[in-house]
T-cell receptor, first 113, second 113 residues
């Protein structure tokens, strides 16, 4: 089984709808991250969490919210989806410590019509 | 703030030829540097990382990278590419004790027979 899973893998929604993307991990890591990937822009950080009670905004948090339900679960919500939120979304996890690396999930492809 | 530049958006090489992908970073302290690969439809996989020590680092799949502080570069190399190396490659720099990554915009590699 994959260490970092994301659900759904693909989602089509309409403008104005609220949707949630979920991330689960079995690696036991305390750090979790949400990124979006757009063609030509690379990956940009939306939110990150160092533990259940420590959640921080990334560089592009407007229009998004997150919830860290448990150490292993980190959800990203789009309160009212808009077309320019169409993107590939990645969750990542990392153990604490400066010599640790981030491990990525397979991604969720979101299309907002 | 830290930043990463990957000047080549798209590179095409023949199978069996050598490869070098460029990465330049901007960061005020000692950088933590990474190369990730994203195969079509897949998540990101870590190729290699540099934290300190030997400036030439070896990674998976026959890749290596050299950290050059004087040039603020961390270029990725492979002596002979295989068709399976066709993918998108991302360079990243870790900031804040490597708790956050900043990614470059990526280089798409095409392999021709």
């Amino acid at each position: 089984d994959a260490d970092v899973t994301q659900t759904p893998r693909n989602r089509i929604t309409k403008t104005g709808k609220r949707i949630m993307l979920e991330c689960s991990q079995t690696k036991g890591h305390d750090r979790m991250y949400w990124y979006r990937q757009d063609p030509g822009l690379g990956l940009r950080l939306i939110y990150y969490s160092f533990d259940v009670k420590d959640i921080n905004k990334g560089e592009i948090s407007d229009g998004y919210s997150v919830s860290r339900q448990a150490q292993a679960k980190f959800s990203l919500s789009l309160e009212s989806a808009i077309p320019n939120q169409t993107a590939l979304y990645f969750c990542a996890t990392k153990a604490s410590g400066s010599r640790e690396t981030q491990y990525f999930g397979p991604g969720t492809r979101l299309l907002v019509l | 703030a830290q930043s990463v530049t990957q000047p080549d958006i798209h590179i095409t090489v023949s199978e069996g030829a050598s490869l070098e992908l460029r990465c330049n970073y901007s960061y005020g302290a000692t950088p933590y540097l990474f190369w990730y690969v994203q195969s079509p439809g897949q998540g990101l996989q870590l190729l290699l990382k540099y934290f300190s020590g030997d400036t030439l680092v070896q990674g998976i799949k026959g890749f290596e990278a050299e950290f050059k502080r004087s040039q603020s570069s961390f270029n990725l190399r492979k002596p002979s590419v295989h068709w399976s190396d066709a993918a998108e490659y991302f360079c990243a720099v870790g900031a804040r004790g490597n708790e956050k990554l900043t990614f470059g915009t990526g280089t798409r590699l095409t392999i021709i027979p």
